[in-house]
């Protein structure tokens, strides 16, 4: 049983009060505060010496009131059988009438209190359920009060809520609303239950009514070895299920190790395919890089032939001067050491196949040419306008030496049948020292006639250059490249 929670409401003394040692109690089930009834017409009978004596004790006590009408019940002792639910109401004869001056019996947990509303529920007449509405007893002070001790009283009124939940199976107290609950929830399980016993009743009387056939003493033989042949049997296909259950987990065993290395394997072959398809992605950006190189020729970049006006150019530097536009002997030189370093190049390409009886000799801004004679010229300058014999000589057979190679560049596409009108012709005729109508001697002639000699020499140069691209697929020796890089700087 749940102990007392709080204090309840309860009527005071005649001025009013309140009583903090009155005993309040809740219900058990909505936790409201319960109100004890019939204690000030109580206090108001108590003897003159007991209202002294024990009033402390006595006044307001749940046990001390005069009109606790309808406010407790008597359990009889065949109640306690009874389950869940409203308290049975108690026969008439479990209602002694009390003298005045009887003793009073010690409470054996006889009843329980209520409050007046829960208690409307039991003013029946006995010739309804057998139970009865007791009538309010004659008690005096000694009588309610064993051991004129308040907590006694206490101690009692707690003992009868022990006493009730026990026999009822209900914790006690209870208000009315919360019994009115319960024992709808009663009545709606005992309906299910008594439904469930005239079905079972049913059931009962159809087995009854039913037929048993009883086997003999043979038969039942006969009966347990056919069991006993079908147990035979269901052992023998559990021995058989458990043997192929041991063999389909080996086999399961197996598989899952196959599983693992195929899973392995797997990987290994999508990372195999990763890495050949990042090859092979390798490989395309590589014959990609190759077609453009293929189709770019170093010459054409390490030597780029144009020209400024008048005066032609190769990387950049001037071959030529002007009397307006004086250019430095130095850009000059390097110009001829980079058309020297270009023919001797494409030169040396056809060598033997090439006869190259003239020798360019690339020497950066300092290039020289060797005659058939063996008789080197210088191709650079500071020179004497007026007397420059061996710097004409010099140009005059770098002249002579780049007609040699068009020449047989022209033979060559005869060999390679190539048609005329694409074969290589240059667009200024060589003749000895002239190129087109202008010698290129610098001694005795204008500065304006040999600057256009020396760009018609770059024209018919590039000409050649062109040639020399669309018919081989040309890498330059590391010598000839450090020589254009040195002829650069």
């Known amino acids: 049983m749940k102990a007392p929670a ?15 040692s009155i005993p309040r109690f809740k219900c058990q089930e909505c936790h409201r505060a319960l109100v004890v009834v019939g204690v000030d017409s109580f206090a108001d009978k108590l003897p003159a010496q007991a209202t002294s004596a024990h009033a402390s004790s006595v006044h307001g006590s749940i046990m001390g009131a005069s009109r606790m009408d309808n406010s407790y019940v008597v359990l009889s002792k065949q109640n306690k059988s ?52 007791l009538p309010p ?43 009115r609950l319960l024992s709808d929830k009663m009545d709606k399980e005992i309906e299910d239950v008594n439904a469930d016993i005239k079905a079972y009743e049913v059931c009962l009387q159809h087995l009854e009514q039913e037929s048993h056939t009883v086997l003999s003493d043979a038969g039942f033989q006969k009966e347990k070895l056919k069991i006993e042949e079908e147990e035979k049997k269901l052992n023998a296909a559990i021995e058989e299920a458990e043997k192929q259950y041991s063999e389909i987990s080996s086999e399961m065993k197996d598989l899952e190790i196959k599983s693992k290395e195929f899973e392995e394997l797997e990987e ?9 398809d990042a090859i092979l992605a390798k490989i395309e950006v590589s014959q990609v890089h190759l077609e453009l190189l293929k189709q770019t020729n170093v010459l054409n970049d390490a030597f780029y032939i144009s020209h400024d006006g008048v005066i032609g150019t190769i990387n950049n530097f001037r071959l030529g001067r002007l009397p307006n536009v004086q250019v430095e002997w130095d850009e000059i030189n390097a110009a001829w050491g980079q058309a020297a370093l270009l023919l001797h190049t494409m030169a040396q390409y056809f060598t033997p196949k090439f006869e190259y009886r003239i020798k360019i000799h690339p020497m950066g801004s300092y290039p020289r040419v060797t005659d058939i004679h063996k008789n080197t010229y210088e191709l650079f300058g500071p020179v004497n306008l007026f007397w420059s014999t061996r710097f004409d000589k010099a140009m005059t057979w770098f002249l002579t030496c780049l007609q040699d190679f068009a020449e047989f560049a022209i033979s060559l596409d005869k060999e390679n049948n190539v048609p005329p009108e694409k074969s290589l012709k240059l667009p200024y005729k060589i003749d000895g020292d002239k190129v087109g109508s202008h010698t290129i001697f610098l001694s005795f002639n204008k500065v304006e006639n040999w600057t256009k000699a020396l760009k018609y020499t770059l024209c018919n140069l590039k000409w050649v250059l062109y040639w020399f691209i669309g018919n081989t697929s040309f890498a330059p020796p590391s010598g000839s490249l450090c020589a254009a890089q040195s002829s650069k700087r």
């Open 6 to 20: 709080a204090a309840a409401a309860a009527v005071g003394n005649r001025a009013g009060g309140v009583d903090p």
């Open 268 to 276: 290994r072959s999508l990372s195999t395919g990763e890495e050949r």
């Open 82 to 133: 009874h389950g869940h639910g409203i308290p049975p109401r108690p026969p008439s004869a479990a209602a002694p009438h009390i003298e005045p001056n009887q003793p009073t019996r010690a409470m054996e947990g006889s009843y329980i209190v209520l409050p007046p509303a829960a208690a409307s529920i039991y003013k029946t007449s006995t010739s309804e359920g057998g139970g009865a509405q």
């Open 137 to 179: 007893p004659s008690i005096n002070s000694s009588s309610l009060l064993p051991g004129n001790s308040f907590h006694s009283n206490v101690t009692v009124l707690k003992r009868a809520f022990e006493i009730a939940t026990s026999q009822t199976q209900v914790e006690q107290p209870m208000c009315l609303d919360c019994m």
